[in-house]
Every structure is written in C-alpha cells, then in structure tokens.
Nanobody, 126 residues
C-alpha cells in the first residue's frame, strides 16, 4: 500500500493541527496504520496506531490525551489530530502500515511496519 502524509505546518504553543495519511493501492482493511515522529537529532518515536478492522487505537504516553487518531473508511485515510501542541512536539511525522489480517495486535516498533509515507513537518513555536 502507498501512503502519503500531509497537513503539517507551523503553529504556536497550544495550537492544533490535523495530519492526514492517505492510502492508495489497496483498502486498509486488515492493516494497522501507525504514526511516528522524528525530532532533530533523535530516533523515530512511536506516536500511536489504529487497527483498521475493529478500530482498536493505542497511543504513546507522551501524547495521550492530546493527540487523537481517527479513520475514514470511505476515503481510505487515517488522521492524527494534534491538540495542545508543545515545542517538544516539533518533528517530522510519518505514517506507516502493516498488514496484520485479523490479529488484534497493534505493533509499536518502527521495524514492524512495512510501508511508509513521506514525512510531514510539524513545527511548534514557543
């Protein structure tokens, strides 16, 4: 599956953004779609993920309560709503997908994901 992430930008502390991850090539049923981010000079960090079939969603503790993942089946698109943004949320955000069939397992490790979109930059000014 091909993924395209977009929607990043520059916002002030406390602001909001909505990132989109549009999939093409095949439906996302049976997939897990994850969001990761990479800040300058740091490794890629798990943000959250959604199991397409069943709707199970998990979040990293660092974003729980501030970020929300949702999915639009008709548009084959996953969203990441970023609220109450902080300067430490500044990073390139990536979406990734892994086909897990009917398993309820939601992977959190970067190396478990197969398909990746290009990143979209989120910059939060203080």
């Amino acid at each position: 599956v091909q993924l395209q992430a977009y929607g990043g930008g520059l916002v002030q502390t406390g602001g909001s953004l909505r990132l989109s991850c549009a999939a093409s090539g095949r439906p996302l049923s049976g997939y897990v779609v994850g969001w990761f981010r990479q800040a300058p000079g740091k490794g890629r960090e798990f943000v959250g993920a959604v199991k397409w079939s069943g709707g199970r969603i998990v979040y990293a503790d660092s974003v729980k309560g501030r970020f929300t993942i949702s999915a639009d089946n008709a548009k084959n698109t996953v969203y990441l709503q970023l609220n109450s943004l902080k300067p430490e949320d500044t990073a390139v955000y990536y979406c990734a997908a892994k086909f897990t069939m009917f398993s309820s397992y939601v992977p959190r490790a970067e190396n478990e994901y197969v398909d990746w979109g290009q990143g979209t930059q989120v910059t939060v000014s203080s």
